[in-house]
């Protein structure tokens, strides 16, 4: 097995790549591409077909006369069985059925007589960015290759977008970077083998949610346990984290059950009501063969630690650098025990629960089953009426809802039914955004508005997607920063066959205000202990956070004294800086500084010498 230096300066989990069709002009932008330590690998014909840094465990390639066939990735499918795949291929969009029933998560790639098709993942944790370099049209798993390519700088508009709060879908999958161009999740790039044309075309589209509870658990447990075998078949040791939730301890058994030997890691929470430790030693007296670290809760690093020394080559902001600390720090630990892979149960709460929004239709079409939900939801979230039932009633299509954002940027911050039950929370802007960026911002919404197109028609599933997605741009961040400490991450609840399996179940049985995460409970009945299955809430790191920008706040000054956002007049950096020496200040608990502070790091992580 290579080290990562000889495999190019990549270890497992960190694979980033560019895929060049096989024609004659693709070599000028392969000199534009292909540095001394790059690995490649050909087409059929010998001119490069992908080419970057991986490991050779991330990727499983076979050619043939006519065609080429990889995953890079997490994929348990065998060699045999690709080149099966790759002799029988006369169309490449014959390879949308194989993407939509191999287990994992990885980035497809194919050529055919020159031409090329790549995708990622329908989460969105594999993306696709495509770029016109020197004449040919030029895919990569990242946008950072193809911007370095064209000598390309940030968009400073598209920068003054990732202010908002949250952002808003289609805004927040947009490329930052002139020239370069994110292919939808759900779609695959096609490249004409000359190079001088390319199209994309939807190879995924999500299920409907109409399955029963009893067959959907069903699949949900066989999707998840394909999920964990494909990162534990080879045995070993793996780590996972075992909060005491339901999620990180369902992936805790599963992993227990295969030949890998498991190490359970333990970040006990400093609120003294956290009662997360309970719940992870109760687990793990259920798990006599697997070796339970508790680290201690005081080591823990806070939200908002060493934001100044961030240094990760991101291809785009990410509130991820808040909590970049607390994701890597046990990483060595767990390395150094033998641990070849760390799983979470990161995407539980975004697959295995989901979002109440799918009650504006049952509303409409079971109201008195939709009436007596809502009353419940009203009860456990503390709704107040008048705002949930303006919400319900607002039956404006996406787009105008969207445009309808772009006058109310600086409203306060909306109340929490504004965003269950609608197409999702209305973006906000705060005091510190300057009035150029926010004209900026209101220009994008509409100008967006006036094509998109939700995720989905219901205002529930359209909800689902959005916060998967979301989500995903945050751990692909983290995948790859932890790849960097020599021990790779993976959260089987994102791979697309579980997402497909848990959004399939009817939400009426999915999402109750009476029980918690009703289908992953029926999903890991017989390999989850009921004891362990009755917890029926979750931990919050509030006190994590709000001690943190208390004692990290000299770290805020310093990022607000030297901004690159408010050398481009994005941001007031004084008006930051007050509100850095004031870390109590109303409003900070609601984390309405994270995309700013996203921005600013990202900024800092581009600075020539970084």
């Not at 392969?30 to 001394?36: C, K, Q, T």
């Not at 994110?182 to 000359?194: H, K």
């Not at 990483?331 to 009650?359: F, K």
């Amino acid at each position: 097995m290579p080290t990562p230096r000889e495999a190019g300066g990549a270890g497992p989990g960190a694979a980033r790549f560019v895929v060049l069709p096989d024609c004659e002009d693709a070599l000028a932008a392969a000199r534009s591409l292909i540095r001394r330590d790059t690995r490649i690998i050909p087409h059929p014909s010998g001119r490069p077909w992908i080419a970057g840094h991986w490991h050779d465990q991330d990727v499983i390639a076979v050619r043939t006369r006519r065609a080429a066939l990889a995953a890079v990735g997490c994929c348990p499918v065998r060699r045999e069985e690709l080149r099966r795949q790759a002799d029988g291929l006369r169309d490449l969009t014959a390879l949308d059925r194989l993407a939509r029933t191999l287990p994992g998560s990885f980035h497809l790639v194919a050529a055919l007589d020159g031409a090329v098709r790549v995708q990622g993942t329908a989460s969105g944790l594999r993306l696709v960015f495509r770029a016109t370099v020197d004449g040919v049209e030029v895919a990569a798993s990242d946008a950072g290759p193809l911007a370095r390519a064209l000598g390309s700088a940030p968009d400073e508009e598209e920068l003054a977008v990732r202010l908002l709060w949250p952002v808003p879908h289609p805004l927040f999958t947009t490329s930052l970077w002139r020239g370069v161009t994110a292919v939808p999740a759900e779609q695959a790039l096609y490249v004409s083998r000359d190079g001088r044309s390319a199209r994309c075309s939807r190879w995924w589209t999500p299920p409907e949610p109409v399955r029963s509870m009893a067959g959907g658990a069903q699949l949900v447990r066989r999707a998840l346990t394909e999920a964990v075998a494909a990162r534990t078949h080879r045995g070993g040791v793996v780590s996972c984290d075992l909060s005491g939730g339901l999620d990180s301890t369902s992936v805790c058994f599963l992993a227990a059950a295969s030949p890998a030997r498991v190490v359970a890691s333990t970040w006990p929470g400093r609120d003294p009501a956290d009662s997360d430790l309970y719940w992870a030693r109760r687990a793990a007296r259920h798990l006599p063969e697997a070796e339970h670290v508790v680290w201690d809760a005081d080591e823990s690093p806070l939200v908002y630690t060493d934001l100044l020394g961030i240094d990760d080559p991101m291809d785009e902001p990410t509130i991820g650098v808040m909590d970049r600390a607390r994701v890597l720090h046990h990483l060595p630990d767990l390395a150094r025990r033998g641990s070849t892979v760390h799983l979470t149960g990161i995407g539980g709460d975004h697959v295995a629960w989901c979002s109440e929004g799918y009650y504006h239709r049952l509303l409409r079409t079971r109201p008195w089953f939709a009436l007596r939900r809502l009353r419940g939801f009203r009860t456990l979230y503390q709704w107040p009426l008048g705002p949930a039932a303006r919400t319900l009633a607002d039956s404006r299509p996406y787009g105008r809802w969207l445009a309808g954002t772009a006058a109310r940027l600086r409203d306060p911050l909306p109340p929490g039914a504004a965003g269950a039950l609608g197409w999702g929370t209305p973006p906000r802007l705060f005091d510190w955004v300057t009035p150029e960026a926010a004209d900026a911002v209101r220009r994008a919404l509409r100008s967006a508005a006036g094509t998109a197109e939700p995720l989905h028609p219901d205002r529930g599933l359209h909800q689902d997607l959005e916060q998967i997605r979301i989500c995903t741009r945050i751990v692909r961040q983290w995948d790859l920063m932890a790849a960097r400490t020599g021990l790779p991450m993976a959260s089987p609840f994102f791979d697309d066959r579980v997402i497909e399996a848990c959004l399939a179940v009817d939400p009426r049985e999915r999402v109750t205000p009476w029980a918690y995460k009703p289908l992953l409970g029926a999903a890991m009945h017989g390999i989850v202990p009921d004891a362990c299955l009755a917890r029926t809430d979750k931990a919050h790191a509030s006190m994590d956070a709000s001690n943190g920008l208390r004692e990290h706040r000299g770290d805020l000054v310093k990022l607000w004294e030297d901004s690159h956002l408010a050398r481009l007049g994005l941001v007031d950096a004084r008006a930051l800086t007050d509100l850095a020496r004031r870390p109590s200040a109303p409003g900070l608990t609601e984390a309405i500084l994270y995309s700013t502070i996203g921005c600013e790091v990202w900024l800092r992580t581009l600075a020539p010498g970084r």
